[in-house]
């Protein structure tokens, strides 16, 4: 279940929970965060056919919504620096998974099998730490996205208080169906 809020609300802020989205708790900080529309899949298919075709359909069909004053708590900061935290060790046992094998293999013009697994372990790894990073912003944290008609923005999983406060401030929306 989602919880909906005016995406125009959002952006200036009228309507917002004092609580944060994820836990309940009440705000500690107040960050300005933007929210972005979510990719539908078959837009992935177009990476097969040209990267420029996809970035050019998905710069075309993102929504996104800055919202200045998001309400967040003080579990939500340490959820943030330990998603990213992770994804940097990743992203660094990556490159050092890399270097390694280039090191010991560089006199050579052939990799063992086992100085392959490493190489293709440390790329995976590597653009995995990648990944994860681009995931470990406010937007992440708060569950939030843009609904793909630009007018929502949709919280999924939003704790029970967050939801009541969100109720409360917009009786006159009508639901999205």
Not at 6 to 13: D, E, K, R, S
Not at 71 to 94: D, K, M, Y
Not at 133 to 151: E, K, Q, Y
């Amino acid at each position: 279940m989602a919880t909906n809020l005016p995406a125009q609300w959002v952006h200036v802020g009228h309507g917002l929970p004092t609580v944060c989205s994820r836990h309940g708790r009440p705000a500690t900080r107040r960050v300005a965060v933007q929210f972005v529309s979510r990719l539908s899949p078959w837009m992935y298919l177009l990476m097969v056919v040209s990267l420029l075709i996809y970035v050019i359909v998905v710069w075309a069909t993102r929504k996104a919504v800055v919202a200045n004053g998001w309400p967040f708590c003080s579990r939500c900061r340490i959820v943030r620096v330990l998603r990213f935290l992770t994804a940097a060790a990743v992203f660094v046992a990556g490159i050092v998974a890399i270097l390694v094998v280039g090191s010991r293999t560089s006199n050579r013009t052939q990799l063992s099998l086992t100085e392959g697994l490493v190489l293709v372990t440390g790329l995976v790894l590597f653009l995995a730490g990648i990944i994860a990073m681009t995931r470990s912003g406010w937007a992440s944290v708060a569950r939030a996205a843009v609904t793909t008609d630009g007018i929502w923005v949709s919280v999924r999983r939003a704790h029970p208080r967050f939801d009541a406060q969100v109720l409360a401030a917009t009786p006159a929306v009508p639901a999205r169906f």
